[in-house]
């Protein structure tokens, strides 16, 4: 009787990690991976996380929004320097054509069933920071997004981080690393340093 019992326990707090673990995966899936994008310019490309997507006039049509690194799309833009006969002088005009952006439908546990792209407007970027944001030409919700960290968020040395890319242009993968350095200066610029979190060209 005692040995039944002790197997009983043993099974319950199994199924107890067992649950646990999945819901830790499955926050895991909801907040990395599903919100990842493939992002295209033509002649090559990158990756991508949805930010937004919300219906904020209330009309029916979700506006999404995805950021990027600049580097993606920067053959996308183009600045054209035209002659204005009015004011005599020459003015500077942007015309960008559109990036593709891929976005991925999963089964339980991560396995990719559906990939389907979408045209998206480059909406402003900041090449010095090497970061662009784009506007999907698609109004239907996306139900999975990215969560922000907030300005002045309390990072610790040795905190494990995601990340996650389209290496090569392969499917959305994702590496792990921790936090090495919280002021790391380079170019008068202030970052936070980790290890082993990115893959060569996930950008």
Request: glycine share 6%; aromatic share 12%; proline share 2%.
């Amino acid at each position: 009787m005692k040995a039944f019992a002790t197997f009983f326990i043993f099974l319950l707090l199994t199924s107890f990690s067992f649950a646990a673990d999945k819901d830790a995966i499955d926050m895991k899936l909801e907040r990395i991976l599903y919100p990842s994008v493939r992002v295209t310019n033509g002649q090559g490309g990158g990756s991508g996380t949805v930010v937004y997507s919300e219906d904020r006039e209330k009309k029916g049509e979700f506006q999404t929004f995805v950021i990027t690194n600049h580097h993606v799309v920067d053959n996308l833009i183009h600045i054209e320097k035209q002659w204005d006969n009015l004011t005599q002088s020459y003015k500077y005009l942007e015309k960008n054509d559109t990036a593709d952006v891929e976005l991925f439908s999963y089964a339980n546990g991560g396995k990719t069933i559906t990939k389907s792209a979408v045209k998206a407007e480059i909406i402003a970027y900041v090449a010095d920071e090497d970061i662009a944001l784009l506007r999907l030409n698609h109004p239907f919700k996306i139900e999975y997004t990215a969560k922000i960290l907030p300005a002045g968020k309390f990072l610790r040395l040795f905190q494990e981080i995601y990340a996650i890319g389209c290496p090569l242009l392969l499917d959305p993968t994702f590496t792990k690393g921790e936090i090495t350095d919280l002021d790391n200066i380079i170019d008068n610029k202030s970052y936070v340093g980790d290890r082993k979190s990115t893959r060569l060209n996930s950008s």
